[in-house]
């Protein structure tokens, strides 16, 4: 008659030490299935020059940021400040891959939509947006569809990724930049893969 009791009671009391041990981790720190491994190819039109394209190897060589934003983005305001900053002092090459912009933004129907106005908004709103706001950006490309965005793993925005000289990704930084963030997780990171070589 005990055992029929103390089952469920040993099952409830499990499921409790699990959820309490959930809840004292930090859902900012999704392991990426990316970290270590060599950062998906793309090819995308610049936002400054639509009609040119940059593609990921062009940054081979180089310890570099590739920050995912919008200018529907909340948190990216919250952010764009610290990446300001970040390019007056040059402390490393950010490339910014505008995601989503049109179709990001509930506000926006874009059923019956041409391709080509949809870009074109997505390139007047981004660009309106980086000359109020200043550009941080060494350039910017235009992830219309997101797709690019879905192959690194991206689920939100602002979502920022250390790439090494070998084209790898070696941190996945989910939301905003902080000036802590920069000081206590980003820099340190940044200078352990450049003296990494």
């Known amino acids: 008659m005990k055992a029929k009791f103390l089952v469920p009671l040993a099952l409830f009391f499990g499921l409790a030490g699990f959820l309490a041990f959930g809840l004292t981790l930090n859902p900012r720190e999704v392991p990426s299935p990316l970290i270590d491994k060599p950062a998906p190819g793309f090819s995308l039109a610049r936002l400054d020059q639509p009609e040119q394209r940059f593609a990921l190897e062009e940054m081979r060589g180089e310890v570099w940021l590739l920050n995912v934003w919008a200018s529907w983005c909340v948190a990216c305001r919250q952010e764009h400040p610290v990446?300001?900053?970040?390019?007056?002092?040059?402390?490393?090459?950010?490339?910014?891959?505008?995601?989503?912009?049109?179709?990001?933004?509930?506000?926006?129907?874009?059923?019956?939509?041409?391709?080509?106005?949809?870009?074109?908004?997505?390139?007047?709103?981004?660009?309106?947006?980086?000359?109020?706001?200043?550009?941080?950006?060494?350039?910017?490309?235009?992830?219309?569809?997101?797709?690019?965005?879905?192959?690194?793993?991206?689920?939100?925005?602002?979502?920022?990724?250390?790439?090494?000289?070998?084209?790898?990704?070696?941190?996945?930084?989910?939301?905003?930049?902080?000036?802590?963030?920069?000081?206590?997780?980003?820099?340190?990171?940044?200078?352990?893969?450049?003296?990494?070589?």
């Open 83 to 197: 990446l300001v900053r970040m390019a007056q002092q040059k402390l490393v090459p950010i490339v910014g891959l505008n995601y989503k912009e049109v179709r990001g933004d509930g506000a926006i129907n874009i059923r019956g939509m041409a391709p080509e106005a949809e870009t074109g908004l997505a390139i007047e709103r981004a660009r309106r947006w980086l000359t109020d706001h200043g550009d941080p950006y060494a350039l910017s490309v235009l992830d219309i569809d997101g797709r690019v965005g879905i192959d690194f793993g991206v689920y939100g925005v602002p979502e920022t990724f250390l790439i090494d000289r070998e084209g790898r990704i070696r941190y996945k930084h989910i939301g905003p930049i902080t000036p802590d963030s920069l000081q206590n997780e980003l820099l340190p990171r940044i200078e352990e893969v450049r003296r990494a070589g």
